[in-house]
């Protein structure tokens, strides 16, 4: 039994969603059985975190990387998103979770981005946790995106909350606790300017595998952890 202090659950939680095909190749069943599986995972992780009160949620399903992946791959991760965003329209209302999408969009289809656009502008008064979905995102592309506009307003007096303000997360604090399963160490292009003081946790549970539990071990070593921000305590 995880014991976790509820007066210091993380505010914002990062996930990058790693290990879908290797838990589906285990298994003898297709990459896209593996997807499917980690879909379901994401499900499960939005509605624990929400109970548990973390306030954001921010996951990477699609890494500007990932067209690199053959089409049938690719085309079934957006079929799963289309799943979830007609599921995500269709019970907004008793959900009460506001949606967010951060990525470079207009590589959807119009179809996909019209889901998007439609999930976001009815939640986005909901008072529950907020779920943010990164689709064909990638850290450095945010980056120069933020710059562009930045430079487009006529480069003003440049800070880091002025230039946190042309970042997707704008309105929200940085993640406390980045999670990666799957066995990998590496950041992968994932919020690089969010992330800089994010506690971080590797696990070797594949995706599909990573439940209510591990997100408590998750929870419970972040709470181990004493939070310095380069300072002393
Ligand atoms: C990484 O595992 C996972 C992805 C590139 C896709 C993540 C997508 C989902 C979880 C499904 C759709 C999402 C939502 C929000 C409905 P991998 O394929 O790289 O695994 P591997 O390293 O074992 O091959």
């Not at 791959?73 to 269709?90: C, S």
Request: aromatic share 10%.
């Amino acid at each position: 039994m995880i014991e976790l202090d509820h007066n210091r659950i993380p505010e914002h939680i990062a996930i990058i969603m790693d290990g879908n095909g290797r838990w589906a190749k285990k298994r003898g069943l297709p990459r896209s059985a593996g997807h499917a599986a980690g879909a379901e995972s994401f499900r499960r992780a939005a509605r624990y975190c929400r109970a548990i009160g973390v306030e954001y949620l921010t996951v990477y399903a699609f890494s500007t990387e990932n067209w690199k992946r053959p089409e049938d791959e690719v085309r079934g991760i957006m079929g799963l998103l289309r799943k979830y965003l007609d599921e995500a329209l269709r019970d907004m209302e008793k959900e009460q979770t506001r949606l967010r999408f951060f990525g470079d969009l207009s590589l959807l289809t119009p179809e996909l981005r019209e889901l998007c656009e439609r999930a976001e502008e009815r939640s986005k008064n909901y008072p529950g946790g907020q779920v943010n979905i990164c689709l064909n995102y990638g850290g450095r592309d945010e980056i120069v995106r933020a710059a562009k506009h930045w430079a487009a307003e006529g480069c003003p007096e440049l800070t880091e909350e002025l230039f946190g303000s042309y970042l997707y997360t704008a309105d929200m604090p940085d993640p406390d606790l980045l999670i990666r399963p799957g066995g990998e160490t590496r950041i992968s292009n994932y919020l690089l300017w969010q992330l800089a003081y994010a506690e971080m946790y590797f696990s070797d549970v594949l995706w599909p595998d990573f439940d209510e539990r591990e997100i408590d071990r998750a929870i419970a070593a972040f709470q181990s952890r004493d939070r310095r921000y380069g300072g002393v305590k």
